[in-house]
């Protein structure tokens, strides 16, 4: 071929072929086009029309004109932004992961309470994920198996069942405590992602145990991630400063699930602590969901004391299966069943306020909070982002579509990246980013879920990417693409 060049020229081929490769390479099609879209990247403020192009599971291009894919989505009208990233789920496998993808999230992460064997919770998974997914290291049911329980069965890493209760009232003796740090430092070198604690359901858990668990997941770079104990009126903020104790002796990331179900409408009071003890330097991060009932088990430690309420308590609490608000009767014969109930407050409309406040603050990250038990379920797991995005974004302008999309994908992406490195290529529309993507119509979005109906998916999330692979496609869940990943920290001999 070079012969057929004159000879004056030859020497000017490198530059030609150098001149020649930009537009050779335009002309090579993406795997994945996103086409005409309302591109949403918190971490640089775009908000701008754009073409995104996707190879091989990344950001390869993010255009002004449009690109040749071989596969094109059609986003005109639709907003493109990075996928959901829920730090606070339950239960995981398909069912969940199809909720929650479905609500445009493309990675969850069980970091309150977790897994007693990280390792064999990742085995489980792999290649069978919808979705990504992490999990932390669960205080917890590490600390029963501390105590010498037998009784717990685990699946698959996870606790399924078990008679705890006459353990979560107990101190741990030092030699106890010693045990459950060794445990939990065992699961960080598995690669969990943090340490999870539900203190609220583990009464007997010491102030000392908080602080020297919080120096073992500094130790490893891990946030701690905290239910913590409940607010009490008379003993109000101790359970706050608790928080700030451990933040002071371990100096490292401390983190508290779903401010708005623990503090409702003293959240803006709790808000103004946390921008206190950060402006003193203390690394504290908070989450909310935007409802104003909660959920958790009948069962828990948490209503022990449900035969001394009064007549009246009762109708706050209401059982999904049937949508009925419960009497003492009641109660107490779901409570011998087992199971998930609604937990409505004394006053909705000053709830409501908090979770408003929560998320027009700047520091709470979305999370769903959402859990799996067999089809019962809170709608928090079904509608979640949508809720936030249709209600408290468009129909009330609690807060701007670029602040929700940063609270729902770039600010968990950030915290997790300290101990997960890869979580930096997530929570970005970026050349180079994971192609992790929802698209949605912010002119339409909205959750559909209720406390009765709370498996009915959102509207207005037409397509949800997970490594450039579409999971849902035209507001259909894909069957048989299983494109998630580990979320997992270092793994040390």
Known sequence: MLDLIPVGLRHCVPTLLLLLLPVTLQAQPYDLVIAGGRVLDPAT?????????INGGTITAISETPLAGRDTIDAAGYAVAPGFIDMNTYQHGDPLFRLRAADGVTSVLHLEDGAVDVAAYYAALEGRALIHHGVAAGHGSLRAIAQGDSTLVIVDGMVESGDEDSLIYHALS????????????????????????????SPGTTHSEVLRLARVAKDYNASSHYHVRDFHRTRQWGEMFEMFGAA??????????????IYGSYSP???????????????????????????????SALFDDWEEWSDERFARYEWPPTGERLTREAFGKYREEGGVMIIHPRNPESIEEGVRACLAHPLPMIASDGAWDDGMTHPRSAGTNSRVLGRYVREYGTLTLMDAVRKMSLAPAEHL???????????????????????FDPDTVIDNATYKECLLRPTGIDFVLVMGVPVVRDGVIQDDVFPGRAIRGPVME
Not at 290 to 295: D, E, S, V
Not at 417 to 439: E, I, T
């Open 45 to 53: 403020n775009l908000d701008a029309i754009r073409h995104v192009g």
């Open 269 to 299: 009071n709790a808000l103004a602590f946390l921008d206190s003890a950060r402006a003193h330097g203390l690394n504290i991060t908070t989450e909310a969901y935007p409802y104003t009932a909660a959920l958790t088990f009948i069962e």
């Open 417 to 439: 990246a300290k101990r997960v490195p890869g979580m930096a290529n997530k929570g970005r529309v970026q050349v180079g980013a994971d192609a992790d993507l929802v698209v």
């Open 174 to 201: 030092p030699d106890e405590l010693d045990t459950l740090a060794a445990l939990v430092e065992r699961e960080l070198r598995a690669g969990a992602v943090a340490v999870g604690y539900g203190i609220a359901y």
């Open 248 to 261: 002071l002796h371990a100096g490292g990331d401390i983190h508290i699930n779903h401010m708005n179900s």
